[in-house]
């Protein structure tokens, strides 16, 4: 097993561990809940957190609808969301929402004898798979894409999210941005109403349910396919250049976002231009209190992003999520400067 295998794997196992188990709170320690998209490079991040400080993170990767209500409850010090949230509810809420990393969505299938990343697709081809119009993977626009490939007289068993997910806004954007059907008919959101296929709970659970089902097909961010072994597929991205799932095109789709112009660091990267761009790609964003009800705990949160936005840059490219820019992380500390407070009205962060 190579490193950045094994880095992925005990990265999952952990998440795994804290979707189930809630360690004691103590002092020094700090919690929060919400997307499974970053968990992995979460639990990265908190274990080398704790041995370098002794502060521990206590993360529950219980997607990003769950995670923005218990920040808006106050029940968690910090809450994470893929799907950024809503302008209106931040400023209700009283939350400063700033990006970690930045991940990619991938489309995964089951076929026998199809390798990993053989496969040609394009948006508006699987926007058809989820809204039940294309039902065969032998069907005539597929083979049309992949000659030589074998595609088997075999039904298409689309797999989703079944929870409130970031991953299912990120999927759902780019299937908005590819087909006037989908954007139509479904449209983006972090849970909407699925015209074909069957619900899993959790990135983990979607690639548990591809990899045991023949014919399925379904989303996940890139780690969770990477670790499990998924036949991941091409796709045509905006170029009209077929690419497949790398770290590199992951880059090129980031590199394309527009940060300055983006409120609430909500920068879009999803199908950009550029010939190697891969077309899912997006930040993971925290919503934290600028009026927290604990300071010490809100001051140890912006302490752990701080400490990964200056050592955890190579964690997180072994996961294969992409680090945010120098200036994007200066931004993001200067907002935590201005934004948060304790009771008193005095900045938290110094």
């Known amino acids: 097993m190579t490193n950045t295998a094994a880095a992925m794997r005990a990265s999952l196992a952990a998440v795994a561990l804290m979707g189930i188990f809630t360690a004691p709170v103590l002092a020094g320690d700090f919690t929060g809940a919400g997307a499974s998209f970053p968990a992995p490079v979460y639990a990265a991040w908190g274990a080398d957190y704790k041995a370098a400080t002794g502060n521990g993170l206590n993360y529950q990767a219980i997607g990003s609808g769950g995670g923005q209500t218990q920040i808006l409850n106050r029940t968690v010090d910090f809450g994470a969301s893929d799907a950024p ?60 894409l992949n000659p030589g490939v074998k595609l088997p007289d075999l039904a298409i ?117 550029g010939d190697t761009a891969w077309p899912i790609v997006s930040a993971t964003f925290i919503e934290l209190p600028k009026d927290p009800k604990d300071a010490a705990a809100s001051l140890e949160v912006m302490k752990f992003f701080d400490w990964a936005y200056k050592n955890g840059d190579a964690t997180a490219e072994k996961l294969h999520y992409i680090a945010l820019p120098a200036a994007v992380k200066d931004r993001v500390r200067k907002a935590w400067a201005a934004e948060v407070k304790d009771a008193s009205g005095a900045a938290i962060w110094k």
Request: proline letters at 4%; zero cysteines; hydrophobic letters at 45%.
């Open 157 to 273: 068993l689309p797999v989703y999210r079944s929870d409130g997910s970031g991953t299912t806004y990120v999927f759902t954007t780019y299937l908005s941005a590819v087909s006037a059907d989908w954007k139509g008919k479904v449209g983006a959101a972090t849970s909407v109403k699925w015209e074909a296929g069957n619900g899993a709970k959790g990135n983990d659970g979607v690639a548990g349910a591809v990899k045991n089902a023949k014919g399925a097909v379904g989303y996940v961010e890139y780690v969770y396919a990477s670790a499990n072994s998924l036949t991941t597929t091409q796709l045509q991205n905006k170029a009209g250049k077929f690419v497949t799932p790398t770290v590199p095109a992951f880059q090129a789709a980031a590199a394309a976002a527009d940060w300055d112009a983006a409120k609430n660091f909500d920068a879009s990267m999803i199908d950009t231009k």
């Open 85 to 144: 949230m809503a302008p209106e509810k931040l400023d209700s809420g009283k939350l400063l929402q700033f990006p970690t990393v930045v991940g990619s969505v991938v489309v995964i299938v089951n076929l026998d004898g199809v390798k990993a990343d053989e496969l040609k697709l394009t948006g508006p081809v699987v926007a058809d798979m989820y809204l039940g119009k294309i039902a065969k993977w032998n069907d005539p626009v597929i083979a049309k």
